[in-house]
Nanobody, 118 residues
Framework: QVQLVESGGGLVQAGGSLRLSCTASGTVFSIHDIAWYRQAPGKQRELVATITSGGRTDYADSVKGRFTIFRDNAENTAYLQMNSLKPEDTAVYYC????????????WGQGTQVTVSS
């Protein structure tokens, strides 16, 4: 089973940037799709961005044009570059992994807090 560790969260002012990292172990990273989710207090978990093993990306409408997901298979790491941050981006961000071709994300990190002040 894949193990995932997120890092890079923190406190930033509105308009600022952060880069989150998701480092995997225990598996062949390159054959996994990776997703970033977030959950704000009192809200449902939201899918933010995905990247397939082949590099195809997709984004929630709320972050298109501001966030970029990418991966470095040599480093077993996926990233979420977040620019032009807004207070409504405040949440705990989680990365998740699934074997390509599988439906369910079954590997999850512990989450990293992102707080955007106005």
């Amino acid at each position: 089973q894949v193990q995932l560790v997120e890092s890079g969260g923190g406190l930033v002012q509105a308009g600022g940037s952060l880069r989150l990292s998701c480092t995997a172990s225990g598996t062949v990273f390159s054959i996994h799709d990776i997703a970033w989710y977030r959950q704000a207090p009192g809200k449902q978990r939201e899918l933010v961005a995905t990247i397939t093993s082949g590099g195809r990306t997709d984004y929630a409408d709320s972050v298109k044009g501001r966030f970029t997901i990418f991966r470095d298979n040599a480093e077993n790491t996926a990233y979420l570059q977040m620019n032009s941050l807004k207070p409504e981006d405040t949440a705990v961000y989680y990365c998740a992994a699934r074997r390509t071709g599988y439906a369910r994300y079954d590997g999850w990190g512990q989450g990293t807090q992102v707080t955007v002040s106005s």
